[in-house]
């Protein structure tokens, strides 16, 4: 469903990304791991346009992802993306973040998309939030927020970017649990994460990026228990020796 060929970016004269070959397919859920500054976030705003990249391709369904084509808005519509700072609008009550997007990119019946949106809120434990600003929400329930968000554009898939980096500890399990019962339902999901617990029970694949390339992939299991990259193995004595 998401195909990377020979991608590069640079950010001046810095290479961010070095040639990245990955596939996604249709229902699978991969994990991208590594240390800070290594591309993971970067290759994910790549796939969804929020990046322009100098060579290679990006292919979605086989549609390439340009994000100066006209076509551009119907991919991120397609792949739907959970940013690490929840990028809520604060001015804007839970619903009215949940329902912007079927609204005015979509076209959605105001009734239509308030229906949807009170439910998307209900399945991820927001019930009884849907007029509360995001400044009286938790971490925690701003972040499940953006996830309905997301589903609320139907997508084919959801690109998460370390989604429980900015959350204190006591509340990462809830939304750990909101994407666990994602995959449970058979949603493509590419998800950068330090979670390697999460990253274990729940990710078909886990890629490890090392100075903008990947060193390592294969599956959870292997990967992160037996990785064969000395890279990946210093990597993962580090966190998980933390």
Same mark, same amino acid.
């Given at each position: 469903m998401i195909r990377l060929d020979e991608v590069h970016k640079k950010f001046g004269a810095l290479e961010v990304l070095k040639g990245i070959d990955c596939e996604v397919q249709k229902g699978e859920v991969v994990c991208l791991i590594g240390a800070s500054g290594s591309g993971k976030s970067t290759l994910l705003r790549c796939v969804n346009g929020l990046e322009s990249y100098e060579a290679g391709s990006i292919t979605v369904n086989g549609e390439?992802?340009?994000?100066?084509?006209?076509?551009i808005r119907d991919i991120r519509t397609s792949v739907t993306m959970v940013f690490q700072k929840f990028n809520l609008f604060p001015h804007r009550t839970a619903l009215e973040n949940v329902i912007e997007g079927p609204i005015y990119v979509k076209g959605m019946p105001r009734k239509e998309a308030e229906e949807r949106g009170r439910e998307l809120l209900n399945r991820m434990g927001l019930g009884e939030k849907p007029d509360v600003y995001p400044g009286a929400l938790s971490g925690g329930q701003q972040q499940r927020v953006a996830i309905a968000r997301a589903l609320a554009m139907n997508p084919e898939a959801i690109l998460f970017d370390e989604p429980t980096s900015a959350l204190d500890p006591e509340l990462v399990g809830?939304?750990?649990?909101?994407?666990?019962?994602? %995959?449970?339902?058979?949603? +493509?999901?590419?998800?950068?994460?330090?979670?390697?617990? =999460?990253?274990?029970? /729940?990710?078909? *694949?886990?890629?490890?990026?090392?100075?903008?390339?990947?060193?390592?992939?294969?599956? %959870?299991?292997?990967?992160? +228990?037996?990785?064969?990259?000395?890279?990946?193995?210093? =990597?993962?004595?580090? /966190?998980?020796? *933390?």
């Amino acid at each position: 469903m998401i195909r990377l060929d020979e991608v590069h970016k640079k950010f001046g004269a810095l290479e961010v990304l070095k040639g990245i070959d990955c596939e996604v397919q249709k229902g699978e859920v991969v994990c991208l791991i590594g240390a800070s500054g290594s591309g993971k976030s970067t290759l994910l705003r790549c796939v969804n346009g929020l990046e322009s990249y100098e060579a290679g391709s990006i292919t979605v369904n086989g549609e390439k992802v340009d994000r100066k084509s006209p076509r551009i808005r119907d991919i991120r519509t397609s792949v739907t993306m959970v940013f690490q700072k929840f990028n809520l609008f604060p001015h804007r009550t839970a619903l009215e973040n949940v329902i912007e997007g079927p609204i005015y990119v979509k076209g959605m019946p105001r009734k239509e998309a308030e229906e949807r949106g009170r439910e998307l809120l209900n399945r991820m434990g927001l019930g009884e939030k849907p007029d509360v600003y995001p400044g009286a929400l938790s971490g925690g329930q701003q972040q499940r927020v953006a996830i309905a968000r997301a589903l609320a554009m139907n997508p084919e898939a959801i690109l998460f970017d370390e989604p429980t980096s900015a959350l204190d500890p006591e509340l990462v399990g809830e939304v750990l649990g909101a994407m666990r019962d994602l %995959a449970d339902e058979g949603m +493509t999901m590419l998800v950068v994460t330090h979670e390697m617990a =999460f990253a274990k029970e /729940v990710s078909d *694949r886990v890629l490890f990026m090392d100075q903008g390339l990947i060193v390592e992939d294969g599956p %959870a299991e292997q990967v992160l +228990t037996n990785p064969t990259h000395n890279r990946t193995q210093d =990597f993962l004595r580090r /966190v998980l020796n *933390r």
